[in-house]
T-cell receptor, first 113, second 112 residues
Framework: EAQVTQNPRYLITVTGKKLTVTCSQN?????MSWYRQDPGLGLRQIYY???????DKGDVPEGYKVSRKEKRNFPLILESPSPNQTSLYFC????????????FGPGTRLTVT | QKEVEQNSGPLSVPEGAIASLNCTYS??????FFWYRQYSGKSPELIMS????GDKEDGRFTAQLNKASQYVSLLIRDSQPSDSATYLC????????????FGTGTRLKVLA
């Protein structure tokens, strides 16, 4: 089954404790991306990756890092989480950066206390 | 001005009616346009993509794109209670970047 997977699905952590949210896709997609979704603000793009050699900032990259060492994986790293990073996070992938539709993972609900 | 704007709703329509959802976008080089449906607490799922001016139909759904007026709309015919969800409009921009910009969504309620 073609899909995007994320882990963990739910995470409660404390301020400053480094965490990684994993994302993997099995569709051989070149383009991968991370979003956060907050009430009233909608989906906002954090980072995207055109391929294993190229990553770039989205609209809200502050406080996040990403890594694209393999085509199928695109982990999101919070080096020092803060309460304002409490949000619902989605990973997505697309055939490439040419304007194709994105397919979303199930989401990770993160709470930082 | 937001880059992609949608009325937050809720838009309430009776079962069997046509629901009309609208989205406007700012003056950037926009290439591709998408409508996603999102149920509460779930991930967005693609309904339609549209790339050129005009109408595109898929079952009960019709997407309409007018680049000159910078709007894209989604019509849902024969609305069902199961269509009750938030509908997200998304635009792929290519002006020196490869971002996707989402609207904040319109909440649709189909009344049985």
């Amino acid at each position: 089954e073609a899909q995007v997977t994320q882990n963990p699905r739910y995470l409660i952590t404390v301020t400053g404790k480094k965490l990684t949210v994993t994302c993997s896709q099995n569709m051989n997609h070149e383009y991968m991306s991370w979003y956060r979704q907050d009430p009233g603000l909608g989906l906002r793009q954090i980072y995207y990756s055109m391929n294993v050699e190229v990553t770039d900032k989205g609209d809200v990259p502050e406080g996040y890092k990403v890594s694209r060492k393999e085509k199928r994986n695109f982990p999101l790293i919070l080096e020092s989480p803060s309460p304002n990073q409490t949000s619902l996070y989605f990973c997505a992938s697309s055939r490439d950066g040419g304007g194709y539709e994105q397919y979303f993972g199930p989401g990770t609900r993160l709470t930082v206390t | 001005q937001k880059e992609v704007e949608q009325n937050s709703g809720p838009l309430s329509v009776p079962e069997g009616a046509i629901a009309s959802l609208n989205c406007t976008y700012s003056d950037r080089v926009s290439q591709s346009f998408f409508w996603y449906r999102q149920y509460s607490g779930k991930s967005p799922e693609l309904i339609m993509s549209i790339y050129s001016n005009g109408d595109k139909e898929d079952g009960r759904f019709t997407a309409q794109l007018n680049k000159a007026s910078q709007y894209v709309s989604l019509l849902i015919r024969d609305s069902q209670p199961s269509d009750s969800a938030t509908y997200l409009c998304a635009v792929k921009v290519t002006s020196g970047t490869y971002k996707y910009i989402f609207g904040t969504g319109t909440r649709l309620k189909v009344l049985a």
